[in-house]
C-alpha cells in the first residue's frame, strides 16, 4: 500500500513500479468482470472512469486487458499459495507425520485436521477476494489463450506445492510420488467448483466445506485401498465390507 | 436430418419446426465461439454470413445467442446421457452386478470396465462435438448466467443418470445413496477437465482416459474404505497397509 509516489513519473510497461493507480484499475476491471461480462469485453475508459482515473493512465499500468489479468492472478495465487504452504507446514514443523508405522486411526484423525485447515484457507480466501476468483475462474476455460494458460499454470503450481508438503513435511510415505501428485491435481482441480458454490451458495458454506474435506480425504483412502487391492486381491476380499449394510 | 421444409414459413420462435437453417447457425456459432472468442461477443451478422444465410433468419430460429447456445447445450447433453445410460445398463441387462456379496476381486474386475465404457464414451463424444464442448465448458463458469445455470443443470442431470444406474441396474448397495449421488456428481465435474485435456493433448489420450478411469476407481474404493474406517478403525489398521512399501 505504501508504494512511490512515481505515478506521474509514466513507467510505460507493467512490471515497473506501482502506484494505487495500478491497483485501483485492477480492483475495478475485476469489479466490472464480476458481473455478468467478460474481461475481454471491457473498456478502458469504462475501467479508468470506474477507478476515478484519467482513461491515459492505463497504458502506464498494463499493456492491455490480458496483462491486468496476468497482474491479478499472479497476486492472488502468489498469496494463496503462500498461505496453504504454512498452513500445512505448521502442523508438520509441530511433528506431526502422516505416516503409517503407528496407530492408522489416529493418523487419519490428524489427516482430517490437516485437510480441514488447508480447505478452510482456500475457501476464505475466496469469499474474501470474490471477484478475482470468479473471473479468474471463468477465464480458466475462457477466450483469452493467455489467461487460460496462466490459469492452468496457477492450478498446476498449488498441485505441486500440495504433492510436495504431502510427501515432503506431511510424510505420507505410504503412497508413492506419482500417487501424490496424481491427487493433488485432481483435489486442486476439483476445488474449483466447491469455490464456486461456496461464493454462490452462503447459506450451504457448512456443507460445502465438509463435502470438499470428505473429497480429498476420499482420494488418499481410495489411494490406499487401490494400493492394497493390487497387492492382494484376496486380503481385499477377507475384509468384512457388507458390515454396515445398506440402509 | 430429415426434417421438414417449413424454413419458408417464418416460425419466429425457436422450438417450432427445424430446418437446416437452424443447424446452420447452431454450428457456425460454435465454430466461431469456439477459437478465442465467448458467444455473447459474437454478431448475428457474422454468424449468418459464416452459415450462409440472410442474417434475417436468425430471428426465426432463435431469440438470442443464448437461445441458440441453450439450442445446442440441449441437443448434445440429450444425445450424451442417452449413450451414457445405455452402455451402463448393457452390462447390467447382460446379467452384471456390482454388489459385493461374492468375490470382491472380481466385482472390481468388472467395475473397471463399466467405469472404461463409460468414460470412453464421454471422450469419444467430446472429441466429436469438440467445438460445442468447447464453448459448453466455457459458458459453464462463463457470463451468461443462462447458460452457466443450463450447464450446471447438464452436469446435475449426467450425475443423477449416473447415480440411479450405478445403485439400481448396476447394485452397488454397498454404499448408501447419498455417498453414491456424491461420487457422482464429483466424477461428472472432474471429467470436465478430464475432457478439455483430451482435447487439447491429442497425443496423451490414452493416459488421460486411463487417469479419469482411476479417478472413479479411486472414489468408490475410497468411500468403502471410508465405511470400514468408520465401522472399525482397529480394523482398518489391522490391513498391512506398509506391504507395499514406497520406491
Same mark, same amino acid.
Given at each position: 500500500m505504501a508504494k512511490k509516489t512515481t505515478k506521474r513519473a509514466k513507467p510505460r510497461k507493467s512490471g515497473g513500479p506501482l502506484g494505487s493507480g495500478r491497483e485501483k484499475l485492477m480492483a475495478s476491471a475485476m469489479h466490472l468482470a464480476? %458481473? %455478468?461480462?467478460s474481461l475481454a469485453s471491457l473498456g478502458l475508459r469504462e475501467v479508468a472512469r470506474h477507478a476515478g482515473?484519467?482513461?491515459?493512465?492505463?497504458y502506464r499500468h498494463f499493456r492491455d486487458f490480458d496483462d491486468l489479468g496476468l497482474a491479478v492472478v499472479e497476486e492472488l495465487s502468489g498469496e494463496l499459495r503462500k498461505g496453504l504452504r504454512e498452513r500445512r507446514l505448521q502442523p508438520a514443523a509441530g511433528g506431526l507425520r502422516l505416516s503409517l508405522d503407528g496407530d492408522l486411526a489416529n493418523t487419519l484423525q490428524l489427516a482430517r485436521s490437516v485437510i480441514r485447515e488447508s480447505i478452510a484457507l482456500v475457501l476464505d480466501s475466496i469469499a474474501e477476494h470474490r471477484e478475482a476468483y470468479v473471473v479468474g475462474i471463468r477465464e480458466?476455460?475462457? %477466450?483469452?489463450p493467455v489467461l487460460r494458460k496462466a490459469m492452468r499454470k496457477v492450478l498446476d503450481d498449488i498441485a505441486n506445492d500440495m504433492a510436495e508438503d504431502v510427501q515432503?513435511?506431511?510424510?505420507?510415505?505410504?503412497?508413492?510420488p506419482a500417487e501424490v501428485q496424481e491427487i493433488s491435481h485432481l483435489v486442486i482441480r476439483q476445488m474449483t467448483f466447491f469455490s464456486l458454490d461456496y461464493l454462490e451458495q452462503p447459506e450451504q458454506r457448512d456443507a460445502i466445506r465438509a463435502q470438499a474435506e470428505r473429497f480429498v480425504l476420499l482420494l488418499f483412502l481410495g489411494a490406499l485401498a487401490s494400493r492394497l487391492a493390487a497387492a492382494s486381491p484376496a486380503g481385499l476380499s477377507g475384509i468384512r465390507l457388507n458390515q454396515s449394510p445398506p440402509t
Open positions: 464480476a %458481473t %455478468t461480462r482515473l484519467n482513461p491515459n493512465t492505463f480458466m476455460h475462457g %477466450t483469452s515432503g513435511a506431511l510424510r505420507v510415505d505410504w503412497l508413492s
